[in-house]
């Protein structure tokens, strides 16, 4: 499956994105100091560029205007989503200013509604939304699991092989049910029959 890595202008996160050849590099502003820091080449680099830098001389270049309905991720999800990706990874969508870190959980729901899987890579937490389908995790995962519920209400929720289970379940956005359950090492999974859920596993400060 090809991914389409967009990296924004907040704190990078952990790792490096690794893109293969089918896959895809959109910079978002400032996001482009944080490739050419790193050394990843870029396809794309769009935005107001109010917060870059120096300007990009690589790739293809999108000059967005400053006043947009769209933030440069939320342009890039589309972009990226036009040329026919399903699978995205942010970086640099967390950190700084609270407000953009919830915009992006905005798009990594609007993403899972449409059918596609989107996660926010921040520093010990990655974020991901499911819709209607569940998430299997390997043995080898570590730290702890928070599940939420997006919107009114998401019901037929379970969680299994986690240190707290769930079985057929309702969700609703006033009740953190889910909060901090924690992996054991087992093959585990979190699924949702109706409705979507966050899910955000961050690292144990030890591990």
């Known amino acids: 499956m090809k991914i389409c890595y967009i990296v924004g202008a907040g704190e990078f996160g952990d790792g490096l994105p690794r893109p293969l050849g089918t896959d895809m590099v959109i910079a978002c502003d400032g996001g ?40 440069d991720m939320g ?5 990226g989503w036009r040329r026919g990706y399903r699978e995205f990874v ?24 449409m059918g596609g899987h989107g996660l926010l890579v921040g520093r010990g937490c ?8 569940e ?18 209400r998401a019901a037929g929720v379970y969680e299994e092989g ?3 289970g769930l079985e057929d379940a309702l969700l609703t956005k006033g009740n953190p049910l889910g909060v901090s359950n924690e992996f054991l090492g087992l093959d ?13 596993w961050e690292k144990k400060e030890d591990a």
């Open 90 to 113: 942010f970086y640099g969508g967390t950190g700084g200013r609270f407000s953009h870190t919830i915009a992006n959980i905005a798009l990594l729901t609007d993403i899972a509604e």
């Open 126 to 133: 990655w974020m991901r939304v499911i819709h209607n389908e």
């Open 75 to 79: 342009w890039a999800v589309m972009e």
């Open 32 to 71: 482009y100091d944080h490739c050419r820091a790193r050394g990843i080449k870029v396809d794309l680099v769009v935005g107001d560029f109010d917060s870059i830098s120096c300007q990009p001389k690589q790739g293809q270049v999108v000059r967005l205007k400053p006043e947009k309905d769209e933030t």
């Open 188 to 200: 585990s999974r979190v699924s949702v029959r109706e409705g979507s859920l966050l899910l955000v």
């Open 135 to 152: 998430i299997r995790f390997k043995e080898e995962e570590r730290g702890y699991l928070s599940v939420f519920c997006l919107g009114d």
């Open 162 to 164: 986690l240190k707290y």
